[in-house]
């Protein structure tokens, strides 16, 4: 069925339909946030200080994983580096507590609104009792 402005409402779904789409966009936004926080410094790093890579090149070589990884600071004169990226996921782990209980916060909530909004024979179900035959 579709709507007057546009949008087609799915009857047959039922509420878990829209909790997973909920859930999914969710996930899409965590990515994003773990990249952003904790993603782009060794891809940074990689472009600006190759230094380790030209230094061990027997070492790095054509690995994607060691050119874009932290793993290439694990030198004592990239210490600071690995200082840097403890900080970042510190952060990240605070950021991921604050996101998941707000995302639970706005489930519960949408839950309750697709619960109030679905009409099912049970809403309109009376039981009468003590009826003489």
Excluded at 9 to 32: P, R
Excluded at 73 to 84: A, E, L, R
Aim: charged share 15%; hydrophobic share 45%.
């Amino acid at each position: 069925m579709v709507l007057p402005d546009g949008k087609i409402q799915f009857f047959v779904l039922d509420s878990g339909a829209s909790m997973f789409f909920t859930f999914i966009k969710a996930t899409i936004i965590f990515l994003a946030i773990l990249f952003a926080l904790a993603g782009l410094y060794p891809i940074h790093t990689s472009f600006f200080s190759r230094d380790y890579c030209k230094m061990n090149e027997e070492m790095c070589g054509d690995s994607w994983f060691i050119n874009f990884s932290p793993v290439k600071f694990s030198g004592t004169n990239y210490s600071y580096n690995y200082d840097i990226m403890n900080v970042l996921n510190t952060v990240m782990i605070g950021a991921s507590i604050i996101f998941f209980i707000a995302f639970r916060r706005y489930q519960y909530d949408i839950y309750g609104m697709l619960d109030l909004n679905n009409e099912t024979q049970d809403d309109f179900t009376v039981l009468v009792k003590n009826i003489p035959i």
